[in-house]
């Protein structure tokens, strides 16, 4: 199926653009936001398609583990990114739905909004839906550095809020996966309480999960564990004030369960 790329100027960022993808029937497509600035000026409309139209089941929980399905598939936005369908049935399904509590929709792209049949497949079994924030690399770093050390925090965590709550989805992945400067660790802080608290009014039930990456002194540098060296982000992200043994607030793929503990 051939895809097309329309760029719309946003009318509050005159000097800015939001890019809309189409399919070859003019129909949008679910994509990701790729640069800070897109973020920004992002405005809701033009896509109605990709926005996700079943409400979250009530789902009763039992005092247990829970448990976090993590959307790692080819880069994402392989064939679900067609909100119309496609002719090709090959791709990826989950079927255990049962099994899980959140359901994360990951790529290596900026700004992950998860397609809207993974929200309402997830919203339909009484699982959470969450996007993805990931920065990586010298470009991220880069981008980092623009965030955090400008006037843009409040704007871009409000920002996210809106995303999640137009595109009705539960919450965001946090993965910073680049150092950090030293004196911009305070702006990660402000970035993760605004969005928090922000997220939990607009969206009930909603979480934001912090990926264990960078240090409280901004280097990269993975612990597997709770410990001096990351647990000063925690009480900025409130998902990790809880007993961290009921929910994978804080995550990493060599995750034991005494030293979080």
């Known amino acids: 199926m051939a895809e097309h790329v329309a760029i719309s100027l946003s009318a509050t960022h005159p000097r800015s653009s939001q890019i809309t993808r189409l399919d070859e029937y003019g129909s949008p497509v679910a994509s990701p936001l790729d640069t800070l600035q897109q973020v920004l000026s992002w405005t809701p409309g033009r896509d109605e398609l990709c926005v996700a139209s079943v409400p979250l ?13 993590c959307h790692d598939m080819m880069g994402g936005y392989t064939n679900d990114k067609y909100v119309q369908g496609c002719s090709d049935v090959e791709d990826y399904y989950f079927y255990n739905w049962q099994q899980v509590d959140a359901f994360v929709y990951f790529s290596h792209h900026f700004i992950t909004i998860p397609p809207p049949g993974w929200t309402n497949t997830a919203h ?18 880069e981008t980092c550095h ?3 050390n400008g006037d843009h925090i409040a704007h871009f965590a ?10 009705k989805f539960d919450g965001w992945l946090v ?12 702006g990660v802080h402000m970035l993760l309480s605004i969005l928090t608290t922000g997220m939990h ?6 979480k934001v999960i912090w990926y264990d990456s960078v240090t409280t002194s901004g ?6 564990e709770l ?4 647990n000063e982000i925690i009480p900025q992200c409130c998902e990790y004030t809880t007993d961290c043994s009921s929910w994978a607030k804080w995550i990493k793929y060599t995750y034991h369960q005494d030293p979080v503990r």
């Open 57 to 69: 089941r009530s789902r009763s929980h039992s005092e247990v583990p829970k448990v976090l399905i």
């Open 124 to 141: 339909r079994h009484g699982v959470l839906s969450m996007g993805t924030l990931i920065t990586e690399w010298k470009e991220g770093a």
């Open 146 to 148: 623009q965030l955090l």
């Open 158 to 167: 409000q920002q996210l809020i809106a995303i999640a709550e137009y595109y």
């Open 175 to 186: 993965n910073i996966e680049n150092g950090i400067h030293p004196r911009l660790i305070d």
């Open 201 to 206: 009014e607009a969206r009930p039930g909603s």
């Open 219 to 224: 280097e990269l540098k993975w612990q597997n």
């Open 227 to 230: 410990n001096q060296l990351n």
